[in-house]
Every structure is written in C-alpha cells, then in structure tokens.
C-alpha cells in the first residue's frame, strides 16, 4: 500500500469517527411537549415550558405520585420568547430538544391586545426545527394552568391537551388548530377562528368555544359557544362529527351528524352591496327518537326536515349576525371566497373587508338549510300513540 492510498483511508476513517463528536445521548435530552403563553405585563410575557424524560414514559402510570412524574414545567418572564427560552435552558438540567413540541397554549390576555400575538408567534414558524403540525389553542384564564391539569389517561398534560385538539367528534369544533394553516392567515392579514379551551377542575380541560381573531385588528374580538359555534361550523363545512337536538310533535329527537356540505355563491358582485347565497346540506342518522310518530311515512319525514332545517338555519343567521355587528370580522371564510374566485373585487375590498368600511358586515348573506336522512335506524317509531 502507497503513501498516498494510506492518507487517504486516514482521513476517511477520520471524517466518519468525527460524524457523531457533538452527540447527545437520548437520556440526557429533555423533549419540550407543550408551551404556555401569559401575559407578565404590557411589555413582557410568561413563557412556561412542559419538558419530559423519555425513559420514565414506558414505565409510570398516569397520575403516579411523587418522584415519578414524566414531565417538568419551567416557567420565566422576559420581552422574546427567545430570550426566556434561554434563560430556561440554564435552569434544566439536560439539553433541551423542541422537536416534539406538540402544542402552544396563548393566555386570552395576549391574544386581545392588538399586535402581541403576531409578534410572539414569529419565533414558531420562523424557527427552522418548529414543525407545521404543531396545534395551537387560545386559554380562558392562565395558558400556564392547563399544563398542569393530569387527565386519568394521560401521562402528560400537554398530549392530553393535543388529542383534545385532534378530536372531531364534536360540532363546536374548529379546523383551525395546525400553526402551519395560522402562519398563512397572519401573513395575509385574514381573519380566521381559533379553538378555545378551559380548565374545569385538576383533571378535566374543556373545549369551551371558537374564538374569533380580527386579522387586519391583530386582536381576538370574541367567543362562540354552544349552538353559535356549531353553526360557525355549518357555515365553514367543516368535517366535524356531533349531533344535533330537536323536536317532533313535543317529543325530544337526537341527529347524529353523518357529514355537512357548503356552496357559497355570490349573488351580487356590486361592492357596495355584496350578496352572498350559502347552502348547507347536512346527512344524517336518528340517533334517538322518545316519540310516536312512524319515521318512514312521508308526511312524518317532511315534518321532521322542515322543523329541523329552521332550527339549523335559525342558528346559522344568529352566528352570522353575531359575526357581522357584534364582532364586524368574517371568520366564515367569504374573504377567502372572493380571493379565489373574484380576485378583482377582492382587490378593491380587501383592504377594509372586516376593518374601515367593513364591506363584510354590510354584506347581505342568505343562507338555505336541506337535511337528508341516511339512517333512519333499525326500527320506525318508539312506542305507539
């Protein structure tokens, strides 16, 4: 073997021996699940990090006592989540690692001042190692709080918290909750629908509502809750399961929610006097019935989707009105309508779509309801007359 052949496998053994000089061993990381956001005061924030230890997860039960405890919240105060998020990295004992970061907690208190929540949400998508699929949450009350909460089944607030946000099987749910999708809305200046959580005892988190955030404002401007954010989302389409309760000839009657679809139409392009037509068809299943009547003669099922379609239109005009005069901001979707399919009259209103003039609020909106029955069950009727 010549000199130089032997160089050359020197420095090749030499490059592949280096590849892992600045390793860190799994057992001396700490993976960040979960972050919360309050406000310390007008300039600063509370910054409060959920760190877990990996090898404790495959061996504690959930709410095990004492020194068991998979995770660790640290907490600290300062102007940039940057900067805190240095200062907590002195005050652990193993390296932080923020690949696992599952979701991103904001106090009410930030998101209703103009401007701090884009200005504290820059560093989660600017940040090369944030993954698009984090969920996001606004808090009623303390971010800090719901870190603590230990659900019966979960060994971790913050997974509690992110399969909470995973759930579907509700209908005042919003799609929202990935700071990827948010990430687009900011920057465009959008306005767009938020989920809405609080703590309701030690082990239990709710989902309490939408909240709605003003794009052009910067702010949070107010909640949905109950059949007002159930319709938010009727009107968004969204693909949420859930029931809906009703009546029929005095007896109560529950809907299982099977899918809902929506067409937006513009009926109007004249800006001054934009007229929008929705229609929603929503499938779906009696899932209980406490009446008499025979759900499979025509003039019990006409009945029955009559009734019910007022109701869910009744719904939706109540969340429309909510939306244009009490809150003047579009979180149904129109401004992203007119975007797509009329980027030239979007041109002219964007600017003051639900800020300035609002051409939003002035808007004139028509919504029409069709219920359809795919399940009628496995009997017709309950009991007789």
Known sequence: MNKLNAMLILMMCTLILAA??????????????GMAIDAADKTEVKLTQQLVV???????????????????????????????????????SRSIDSTHLGVILFSEDIMKQPGRFKEHFDIFFR???????????????LAEDLLYVEAEHEKIPAEYIKNLLENKKRLDVTDLVRIGDIDEKLYEETSFPLPYLKKISSTVIDYEGIAIYNGKEERMVGVLKGDDAKALSYIRGLKNNGSINTEIDGGPMTIEILTIKRKITLTNNDPNNLQFSIKIQIKGAIAD??????????????????????????????????????????AMGLGEYLNRYYP?????????????KNYFSKSDIDCEVKIVIVEPGSINKTTSK
């Open 54 to 92: 990996p090898e404790n997860m495959a061996t504690v039960a959930p709410n095990a006592g004492g020194g068991a405890r998979t995770y660790r919240n640290l907490s600290s105060t300062g102007k940039t989540i940057y900067e805190i998020n240095l200062d907590l990295a002195k005050q652990a």
């Open 127 to 141: 940040e090369k190692r944030m993954r698009r699929g984090i969920k996001l949450a606004i808090t009623n009350g």
């Open 20 to 33: 892992c000089w600045d390793q860190i061993e799994i057992e001396e990381r700490a993976f960040i699940f």
């Open 344 to 356: 030239k009259i979007w041109k002219e209103v964007q600017d003051e779509w639900d800020n300035g």
């Open 289 to 330: 019935q406490s009446g008499w009547e025979n759900l499979k003669e025509y003039e019990v099922l006409n009945k029955f989707y009559k009734k019910t379609s007022e109701k869910i239109e009744e719904m939706v005009k109540n969340t429309i009105n909510k939306l244009q005069n009490d809150f003047q901001t579009d």
